[in-house]
């Protein structure tokens, strides 16, 4: 593997992961909101 390939590889791993944190995120959210019991989802 040449270095700009790698770099390439790295920098699409990195973006890859940003938008699944930010998908996780968003589907964590929605979860919560449309959770009829809450109770079992947030801790007391």
Do not use: C, G, P
């Not at 270095?3 to 699409?12: D, E």
């Not at 998908?23 to 959770?35: E, F, G, I, S």
């Amino acid at each position: 593997m040449s270095l700009t390939s790698t770099a390439a590889y790295v920098a699409r791993r990195a973006a890859q992961k940003e938008k699944v944190r930010i998908l996780y995120r968003r589907a964590l959210k929605d979860t919560l909101n449309w959770a009829v019991h809450r109770h079992l989802f947030y801790e007391d």
